[in-house]
């Protein structure tokens, strides 16, 4: 709309022009206008009016702000591959079977000589009237691996209260081989005196001793 206006304005102008400059020179035979030249004319007039327009639109566009988009960058996270550590593999732990192993069973090899008591009497404490008679027994066995022989063998009265009636050594006329048992008897009396009393006697061999043997009793008032 505007360029269609200003063409209007140019055109009212140009004839304007032409009436004044006819009546300035007073009554004439009016000039016969080219069409062509008119037409030149408002073509020219056109190209001036479409240019000043161009002008400025261009100077408004240059003066406004211009309405540039930002481009905001945003940083992109680079994914970087790690090789994963190369661990070292962890020994496994394997039944390993330990061979078992008896530990050795040591057995007592059996003396030359040795002895056990089997029994006893009379029992440790009996009880006897003063001045009374009793035996004491001893039952004994040949726990080694070599005979008693004769006349090596002695039973002896060693420490306590002496209470035997015939004396303080025998000696035993009789073999024992090993595993064998050999029953001691030894003529005792009863203190005259009420109390207790014991003694030890001893069974040896060779002067070495195989039996330690012990006597107790306890001597009352009837």
Do not use: H
Request: negative net charge; charged residues 10%.
């Amino acid at each position: 709309m505007q360029i269609s206006r200003i063409v209007s304005i140019s055109t009212l102008l140009i004839l304007m022009l032409v009436l004044t400059a006819c009546n300035a020179f007073g009554p004439q035979t009016p000039a016969t206008v080219d069409p062509n030249v008119i037409k030149a004319t408002v073509d020219a007039a056109s190209t001036q009016a479409v240019l000043t327009i161009a002008a400025q639109l261009t100077s408004t566009a240059l003066a406004q702000p211009t309405n540039t988009p930002t481009v905001t960058l945003t940083p992109t996270l680079a994914v970087t591959s790690t090789p994963l550590s190369t661990s070292t593999p962890m020994a496994t732990a394997t039944n390993t079977r330990v061979p078992f192993t008896l530990a050795p069973t040591f057995t007592s090899t059996p003396a030359n000589f040795n002895c056990s008591l089997v029994s006893s009497a009379p029992a440790a404490g009996q009880k006897y009237n003063i001045n009374d008679e009793f035996d004491a027994v001893w039952v004994v066995k040949n726990t080694g691996i070599k005979n008693w022989e004769v006349g090596t063998l002695d039973l002896r009265y060693d420490s306590g209260q002496k209470m035997q009636k015939l004396g303080d050594i025998f000696d035993i006329q009789t073999l024992i081989e090993p595993n064998k048992e050999l029953t001691l008897v030894v003529d005792m009396a009863v203190p005259a005196t009420a109390g207790k009393y014991s003694a030890t006697w001893k069974l040896l061999t060779d002067n070495t001793t195989l039996c330690n043997l012990s006597v107790s009793i306890e001597a009352v008032v009837p």
